[in-house]
């Protein structure tokens, strides 16, 4: 969906080019539609800073479809440019219209705007500018208040010094009596910051802060942040605090209160927080009313199971409305906060009468009914593009051809059940559910498969009674939890050198079996580690040992390959040798499939324990230091990890004996559940464990080091459990079961490996076919890319996708094409390439003429290609092309 819309995006900065060279421009028929399109399709762009701009609008988008339309018409609003390149913005506000502005800027005015800023748009190109309304107004003090808002969010992409960055009026020069007040405000702020200081630091040194009364307490953790201490100072003493008032006083404290709302809205939540602070301060004026008030949280996260508030604790109440009358305090919400729930869900049914402004807000139903997203059909953006066309009414606004072809593009009839709601469809699914289950396949998204329940029960139980593999515990899961927590807490807690957290609100994790996509009998039962105990601790020793696996594959004679994508080049090194040349030249050449089957649930623990010693003696030799993984700790920086010295504060250090005592600890602690019923895995590494995958595929690649003469004048590759063996000439049905054995000797008695096809011409191995002469080619990709340049993807001709959307693609390769190309001729030479591909994917002549028609290249270029492929065949097209190509070498020479 990404490339498609900068395809759409490129046409329509080609049309905005066109509109502003004519003059006068015509903003309200063509500048104005063509940028409301632009606007509303980069929802749907790929770069994360775009959609954070759409998270914040997407809600009056979706409550004012004509949002964007307004824009011509309404007076007053608060704006943002953006670029789409060089991901830099512009954020202002106007009393008149929105276009009358931005024409001040293409005019080349800098009154309102800075010289830099302005220069800056008219350099880069006015037409790859993207204009768009945050908010409408009459008012010019809301207007500030929003552009000041917006420009902290994007203060780093500003190009422009926005003037209202702290939401008031227009700054002016400050006078000598305001200096004066600013020094004494700052002085006044001096003294209170170290009187705090004072105080907290006592707590450190002296005991005596015991004896004070629970008001001075609660009152020094009301104005901790006045201090301005240090975060780990602070939670160390705001620790003490709580725990002194628990013991002594019987006051449960918090040190935040979380309030879940059913709404998206940040808008909402904002008002929602504020209302309950000021109820609170307004009829609660003691010194513990006024710290849960600060310390109240709303979530981030709709919630749709929601609890109702219990409507207890009176007794604590009295004591603080001093005999006043109950009927009076009717926040329900602060009862709940002083009984010490630090959670909370609110249903707007059972909030009282004084809520009367939050019952407005969520009970009030959303205009836009529910759709059920289907992420398997590509055209769900298409259709909401043309909704915004049909709705808005400005495709009749255009009258261009290139306007038309564009309105086609994204013009196609609805798909049947495209706009189902989740009532239909939960009406038709509920009768089912009693007999029958919806269960998703394994290793494919979006497909679910319908089983009886009785039989999927019965597959459950043949599969986890099998005392090979499994082994019952009759225990209660708490048992096994608190065993759990002991085994972590004696052999890893010592070995640990930075503090790593563990998950508290953790449960034993569950047991399920997923059917397969190839054969919906079988099935692969699969444990989920989500909620585990361990799993930060478990997460970094897992990209420790990829770690350790890119380095080994460089040292150890290995078939291991870690990046799938580098399989093309590994084929081109081998074309080089004379060896494999021979082979191709005579077409002898044979081609093997091999699959390790049940790798995880076969492999011996002690075998594996050992392949990782081994891992780590030789990582060891190699180092001069003492041998460390250092772990980032944030995951998106993940690529970073290295072996060396962690960097304070950004890394963690993970020594090898802690990571023998995780591995050790993670295999023998495999227990997990069903229904309460309590199982443990007896052989084999962890299904579902953090480092099965790892651990399996070091264990393979020291059985391949230590036989590495075996598979010598062999092309080996391995990938997880799947294996490719290329000999250099035919072999025999004897000679393959020799090679069969070979494989079945390396990897141990313990894993079996089972042979999946062969053949002399060409094989499938996972997403790529292989040929007889050491091409790839991948089933979604174009045929042998090159490494540097950018690999296109294509839907197949096989696939019953609209005609649109080939057509698209097809306009947006020619497009690709001729914008690599320097002269003429090299842009005809890879037209026509192209076209071959399209004809070897075997897509209809008919659409490829219609894509060449709306591609807008140059006449000469098209003449050319039609003369070409009308008088001689493609082969002869491709030898005059590279004969021209040598004349004109010859010429600049």
């Known amino acids: ?211 004070w009364d629970k008001l001075a307490v609660i009152n020094l953790l009301i104005n901790m942040k006045m201090a301005k201490l240090p975060i780990n100072i602070e939670r160390e003493i705001s620790y003490k605090l709580r725990n002194h008032l628990a013991k002594v006083h019987q006051f449960k404290l918090r040190p935040y ?111 836009t009914p529910v759709i059920l997203p289907y992420k398997t059909y590509l055209g769900v953006g298409f259709d909401r593009m043309r909704s915004f066309l049909d709705q808005n009414q400005l495709y009749r606004k255009w009258s261009h051809k290139e306007n038309e072809g564009l309105y086609r593009i994204l013009y196609r009839p609805k798909p049947k059940g495209m706009h189902l709601s989740l009532d239909e469809i939960l009406r038709k699914i509920k009768p089912l559910q009693k007999l029958l289950g919806f269960i998703p396949l394994d290793k494919n998204n979006n497909t679910w498969t319908i089983i009886c329940k009785k039989h999927y029960i019965q597959m459950h139980l043949k599969e986890f009674t099998n005392t090979n593999y499994y082994e019952r515990i009759y ?69 420790a040992l990829t770690v350790m696996i890119k380095i080994l594959i460089l040292k150890w004679n290995t078939c291991e390959m870690h990046d799938l994508n580098k399989l093309h080049i590994n084929m081109h090194l081998e074309k080089i040798s004379k060896r494999w040349q021979d082979a191709m030249e005579k077409e002898e050449m044979t081609l093997m499939k091999f699959d390790i089957k049940s790798q995880f649930t076969n492999l011996n623990k002690d075998r594996v324990l050992k392949s990782l010693n081994f891992g780590l003696d030789t990582l060891a030799k190699t180092v001069n230091r ?79 080091h230590i036989c590495a003469n075996l598979l010598k004048k062999r092309i080996s590759i391995r990938y997880r459990d799947d294996i490719l063996l290329i000999a250099p000439k035919k072999l025999n049905e004897a000679e393959i079961h020799k090679q069969h054995m070979i494989l079945n000797k390396i990897y141990g008695p313990e894993l079996t490996v089972e042979l999946e096809g062969y053949s002399n011409k060409e094989i499938n191995f996972l997403e790529y076919k292989l040929t007889n002469k050491l091409e790839t080619y991948h089933h979604n990709k174009n045929y042998n890319k090159e490494s540097n340049q950018q690999i296109i993807r294509y839907p197949s001709a096989i696939a019953e996708y609209p005609k649109h959307i080939f057509l698209g693609t097809l306009i947006g390769t020619i497009k690709r094409a001729t914008s690599r190309a320097s002269t003429l001729n090299f842009k005809i030479l890879s037209c026509i390439t192209t076209i071959i591909e399209f004809i070897q994917l075997k897509y209809d002549t008919k659409l490829i003429a219609t894509a060449i028609n709306y591609s807008s290249l140059p006449i000469k270029i098209i003449q050319e290609i039609r003369t070409l492929l009308r008088s001689c065949s493609l082969l002869k097209t491709l030898r005059s092309l590279k004969s021209k190509k040598i004349k004109l070498t010859k010429r600049n020479k």
Not at 321 to 329: K, L, P, V
Request: one cysteine or more; aromatic letters at 12%.
């Open 257 to 367: 209160y979380i309030i879940k709302v059913p709404t998206t809205k940040i808008d909402v939540r904002n008002k929602i927080k504020s209302w309950i602070k000021n109820y609170i301060k307004n009829h609660y004026t003691d010194a513990y009313s006024s710290y849960v008030a600060n310390h109240i949280r709303i979530s981030m996260e709709s919630t749709i199971k929601l609890n109702k508030l219990i409507n207890n604790s009176r007794e604590i109440l009295k004591k603080y409305t001093h005999g006043e009358n109950e009927q009076t305090c009717h926040c329900h919400l602060f009862e709940e906060l002083r009984n010490g729930n630090q959670h909370i869900n609110i249903k707007a049914q059972d909030l009282p009468t004084s809520w009367k402004p939050i019952k407005e807000i969520l009970i009030t139903p959303s205009k």
């Open 1 to 211: 969906m990404h490339k498609t819309v900068k395809t759409l995006d490129e046409q329509l900065q080609n049309m905005l080019l066109d509109a502003y060279n004519k003059k006068p421009i015509k903003w309200k028929n063509i500048v104005h539609p063509i940028n409301c399109l632009r606007a509303f399709i980069s929802q749907w762009r790929g770069e994360k800073w775009i959609k954070q701009i759409w998270r914040w609008l997407h809600t009056k988008l979706e409550d004012n479809p004509q949002f964007l339309h307004q824009a011509y018409n309404k007076k007053g609003t608060t704006y943002l440019m953006f670029n789409t390149i060089t991901k830099k913005m512009i954020i202002g506000s106007t009393g008149g219209n929105l276009y009358q502005r931005f024409a001040k800027h293409i005019g080349g005015r800098v009154d309102n705007l800075s010289k830099k800023a302005a220069r800056y748009v008219l350099e880069k190109g006015i037409e790859k500018w993207i204009i768009m309304p945050i908010e409408y107004s009459d008012n010019r003090q809301t207007l500030y208040k929003w552009e000041g808002i917006w420009a902290k969010r994007f203060k780093n992409y500003l190009i422009n010094n926005p003037i209202q960055l702290n939401n008031v009026k227009p700054t002016k020069k400050r006078t000598e009596c305001k200096r004066i007040r600013d020094k004494e405000h700052a002085i006044k702020k001096k003294e209170l910051r170290y009187k705090w200081q004072g105080y907290l630091r006592t707590i450190d040194s002296t005991d005596h802060w015991k004896e």
């Open 626 to 704: 003492t041998l460390c993984f250092c772990i980032r700790n944030r995951k998106y920086e993940k690529s970073y990890d290295h072996i060396g010295h962690p960097f304070k504060y950004k890394e963690i250090g993970l020594t090898p004996s802690l990571v023998k005592q995780y591995i050790e600890y993670e295999l023998n602690t495999s227990y997990f559940q069903i229904n309460g019923i309590c199982y443990r895995q007896k052989n084999g590494l962890p299904m579902g464990g953090f480092n099965s995958a790892p651990l399996a595929c070091l264990d393979a690649m020291a059985q391949e």
């Open 475 to 543: 225990r209660q899961p708490k048992y096994l939890m608190n065993k759990i927590e002991q085994t972590y807490q004696e052999k890893i807690l010592p070995e640990l050198k930075h503090k790593i957290g563990t998950n508290k609100n953790w449960t034993l994790s569950n047991a399920y079996l997923l059917p397969k996509n190839k054969d919906q009998e079988k099935t692969r039962p699969i444990v989920s580690y989500f909620n585990h105990y361990s799993k930060r601790l478990g997460e970094k020793v897992a990209r």
